[in-house]
Each structure stands twice: as C-alpha cells, then as structure tokens.
C-alpha cells in the first residue's frame, strides 16, 4: 500500500511537472516512464515471461538548478521493476553538487551513478538507446541495484591532447549501495538455495547483514583525432564486502539453522570500449573482465558454492564483450543489431568443470543476438521492439524453471515517454 | 549474355543505393550557414570550432570564469541539423540524446530550444551569458556575433 502511495504521488508530481515546467523558474524538471512487456518461449527469464509479463517498467523524475557560475545541484527519484527485483520501489537514484573550477578540472560530491562501460550511468534511460536491454553480460542484472549509485566524492574534466583529440577523465571513490534486500544480497540468497537444493537440501536463506568497503572507480575517454572514434575504459576496485546469510531448512525432517559468510576481499573489474559515429552509423564494442576473491567462512559443514566460488578463497574471473551496430535510417526509426558472449570462468568456457559435475555445460556461457528497432514517434514518445536468440544460461536468472533449455528466445516491447 | 544483363541490372542497383546512402549522409546543399551569436556580455571574439564544440557539449560551462555559460538551441529547423553536424559532428538524434544523457546523469541543464531563430536571439540578447546561432541570411539584433576559428 505504502509503495503504491508513494508511486501515485510521484506519478502526479511527474504530471503535474510537465504540465507546468515552464513555471519552476530556475529549477529543470524532467522525467521519464516506460513500461515494456516480456515473452520468452523455453524458460522464464527475470520473470515469469514463458506466461509473457508486464513487470517491467522505470519511472524518474529529476530536479537541478545552478546556484552560481559553475556550480550545480540536481537530485532524480527513480523507481524500476523487473520481475522480483525493483518492485517499484522509490529511491534516490542520485543527488549530488557539481562544481566545475576548470573546464580540465571539477569536483562532485553525493550520491553519483557509478560509471562502468559506456552505458552503466544510463541504463535506466530507455530513451538514450536503440535497444531495450543492454548486453547483460557487461552490464549484470545481478549488481544492478548496486552499480546504480555511490556515495562519496569524484574530481573530473576534459583535457585538450592538441592534434590528438581531448581526454576526459573522471575519479570517484566512496562506498557502494548495498542492501540486504537488493541486488547482490538476494542473487546471493538465490544462489545458496539453489547450490543447497543440488545437494538434496531445501532450504531458506535470508541475508542477515550485508556491508560493503571501499569503492574506487576511474573513466578515461579519448576523443581521438579521427573525428567520432571515441576510445575508453572504466574500471571499478571494491575491497571488503561481507555478507552474512542465515539459512534454514530441513534434513529428514529434522529441522536445522546454518549461517555463513561471504567475505570478498577483492573485487575489480574493467570495460574497455570502443564507439564510432559515422553520421548515422554507430559502431560500439566493448570488452569486460573482472575478477572477484570470495573466502566463506563457516564452511566446514558444508560447502557453500556463491557466484561459482567452492566455498575457499577462490577466483571468479568474468569475461563478455559485445559488439553492437545500430543506424538511424531517419528521424522515425532506428535499426540495431548486437552480438555478445558471456563466460563466468574464462578459463573453461566450453563448461568442462560443469560437466564433470553431472550439470549441462551450458550453464557457463551465454551468447546472444540481438534485433532491435526503435520508433521515435514524437519528441516525447518512443516504441521499441526487440528479439533475441541466446545459446546458455549463464545470465543471472532468478525466475523458477522447472526445466532448463539451452537454446531460448525472448520478445520484448517497451513503450518510453521522456519530457 | 544473360550474365551480362543481370550484372548490369546489377551495378544500375547497388550504384542507386551508393548514390542515395551518400546523399543522406552528405545532406542538402541549399543548407545556409549557421552564426554563433551570444548575449554582449560574452567577452569572446572568436572560438575554434573544438571550443565551441565544449560549450554546446556541455562540458565548459563558465566564460572566462565568470559567468555561466546558457546555451539555447533552435528546434528542428534547417539551421539546427546543420548546426549539430557542422559544429558539434552529431546527428540531431545524435545530439538530443547527448543532452538527455547529461541531465538523467546530473551532468548538466537541457539547452531551452525555441522555435523560430528570432525568438532565439531575442532570449539571447535579453540573458546574460548566453549563446546560440542562427542561420547567416537573419541579421543579429543585440547580439554579438562570435567567429569560428578552423
């Protein structure tokens, strides 16, 4: 009930805002609602699609304004929901003061979102792009919750390189958004059921605590010479993250409570990109890697695999890249077609060791094509359409399936106004 | 001879589709130039087009570390697609969905964009720091003009 008086509030404030923008004075307000539809046809896939679904959808409405030359102030509430992640519920997606001393050099502090690849900050923006869902292997729906925003404090700016183009560069560092509801708590709750129901067992997890260190990140863009080849790379370092997870279920009916913990002591991860625009030709591929150190404690009794690790101080090192090829055939329509591969150890992507496990080695890859097309009906409104094949199931899936299918397809459609 | 037909038919086709992919790249050439105008109190006789390209981008937003920087823009008119093709190398497309990008991250204000270019000069002689264009065939009233340097 709470949510929904919260949305209907925000919906009327989104209303009321266009309605009447022009009349905030210095303040900008704008926004954005979209609502999409999902169908797949083997498996569930981040919802309960076989059935096709309507829980997918964003809201945003933002506020900024400049308060003197070079500084500003700005906030955007934002609200998602994708199957049971989201659920619609409001947060303060960023709200940060931007002061700008130098075109080379300017400073920021609050809530920011956290850059990673070229799309990370702008996931959420259904406007910005041709596709409906970005390549899921760079951009995890599994951190999506915690890749959205961090706290702290950043120092960016622009560089001229004189004949070599410009640079532009960005460092922020501060602390992740975690929750022990969110994002990574519950894939971690997910995963635990899933790993104790493979040994015979059901069980129910919940994460008791979660908590996360320190977090580095760092952008480099190289606007090069050659006009529209843009070359880039970002990068994120998150160090102490713990998250305890208390469990329960039954062994032949004998009840029992088990809780552990996760402790990664490091955790990074890097996308190297590169874009050229051609007129209306956009040619963008991005390479992703990233590695994470995970010991779980109180894993005598049982091991307890999370994100692939045995329960030890073991390595999971992540490797997708994409390549994505969209052009603009007028101001109406906007075709794009992508190709990406996903590995969850890129030292086995054929899937041995799951084999040797008695699973289906394709639960190590996933390798999508993706057709996607895109109506901007007005300046406000905005139709997408968009298939995609996928051989695997590496993506991160937390929707029930009975039975899995290595070969699948998914349908979506998403409507975006944007004012 | 059969062959010879169909690899005419052939070249007749691809050479159409080269000649009309060229031509929407390349545009019309009855566009008339853009000129950058700006508010009198915009001390700044001249930019190079990658200065000028900083401004409307976004990423410098103070004049000589004083005043802010305003900067407005025409809605779909001629003069607009050449402006955004000409000065900051995007499509139209290319070039809203840069702005739209800055304000849902927080990077920046929306240009306001007007509809007709006398309006646009008109806000840009009333506001101090701002900068727009207009095309060459309008004359600038209480603007100064600003020369794009190669």
Not at chain 1, 225 to 235: A, E, V
Not at chain 1, 354 to 364: F, I, P, Q, V
Not at chain 2, 80 to 98: L, S
Request: negative net charge; contains cysteine.
């Amino acid at each position: 009930m709470k949510k929904i008086i919260l949305l209907t509030i925000l919906a009327a404030v989104f209303f009321t805002a266009h309605a009447f923008a022009s009349e905030f004075g210095d303040v900008d307000i704008h926004g954005f609602i979209s609502q999409g539809y999902l169908q797949t046809d083997k498996i569930n896939f981040l919802a309960e699609t076989k059935d096709g679904t309507f829980q997918f959808n964003e809201l945003a409405l933002n506020f900024a304004t400049i308060l003197s030359p070079g500084l500003r102030v700005g906030m955007q509430l934002f609200a998602y929901d994708l199957g049971d992640r989201g659920n619609d519920e409001l947060t303060v997606e960023w709200c940060y003061a931007d002061y700008q001393w130098k075109e080379w050099l300017g400073f920021r502090v609050g809530s920011m979102k956290t850059p990673h690849g070229l799309y990370n900050e702008i996931r959420d923006m259904d406007m910005l792009r041709p596709t409906i869902f970005l390549p899921m292997g760079v951009y995890s729906e599994v951190i999506r919750d915690e890749l959205q925003s961090n706290r702290g404090m950043a120092a960016y700016g622009l560089v001229s390189l004189g004949g070599l183009g410009r640079l532009s560069y960005l460092m922020q560092l501060g602390q992740m958004t975690v929750d022990k509801d969110k994002g990574f708590a519950r894939a971690a709750e997910l995963l635990a059921e899933r790993n104790f129901e493979l040994q015979g067992f059901t069980i129910n997890a919940d994460t008791k605590d979660i908590h996360s260190g320190y977090t580095s990140n760092g952008v480099l863009k190289w606007y090069t010479f050659i006009d529209g080849l843009m070359l880039g790379i970002t990068g994120f370092n998150n160090n102490n993250m713990d998250t305890t997870i208390r469990t329960n279920g039954s062994l032949n009916n004998i009840p029992f409570e088990y809780q552990f913990q996760s402790h990664i002591t490091e955790w990074w991860g890097m996308v190297a990109s590169g874009q050229y625009e051609w007129y209306d030709l956009v040619l963008t591929y991005e390479y992703f890697r990233s590695d994470m150190k995970t010991t779980t404690r109180d894993s005598e009794t049982y091991v307890v695999p999370i994100f692939g690790v045995d329960g030890k101080n073991e390595k999971s090192p992540l490797m997708a890249w994409y390549i994505n090829l969209s052009y603009r055939f007028s101001a109406f329509v906007e075709c794009a077609y992508t190709y990406t591969e996903y590995y969850e150890n890129i030292n086995d992507r054929d899937g041995t060791s799951y084999k040797e496990s008695g699973l289906d080695d394709y639960l190590a890859w996933a390798k999508s094509s993706v057709f996607s097309t895109r109506f901007d009906i007005n300046d406000n409104w905005i139709l997408k359409l968009e298939y995609t094949y996928t051989d695997g199931q590496l993506y991160f899936n937390p929707a029930e399936n009975d039975k899995l299918s290595r070969y699948w397809s998914m349908y979506g459609i998403k409507v975006t106004y944007t004012f | 001879m059969k062959s010879r037909f169909a690899f005419l038919i052939m070249r007749i086709v691809v050479g159409g589709m080269l000649v009309v992919f060229f031509n929407g790249l390349t545009g019309s050439a009855a566009w008339a130039d853009v000129v950058i105008i700006a508010h009198p109190s915009v001390d700044v006789e001249s930019m190079t087009a990658q200065e000028l390209k900083n401004v409307f981008l976004g990423n410098r937003v103070k004049w000589n570390d004083h005043l802010q920087i305003k900067v407005v823009v025409l809605k779909d008119l001629p003069a607009h697609e050449q402006f955004t093709r000409k000065i900051v190398h995007k499509t139209t497309a290319q070039f809203k969905n840069w702005w739209r990008q800055m304000v849902f991250t927080g990077k920046g204000l929306i240009p306001r964009s007007f509809n007709s270019e006398q309006a646009l000069m008109a806000y840009v002689a009333a506001n101090e720091g701002a900068v727009g264009y207009i095309s060459s065939e309008l004359k600038p009233v209480g603007v100064r003009t600003i020369n794009v340097l190669d």
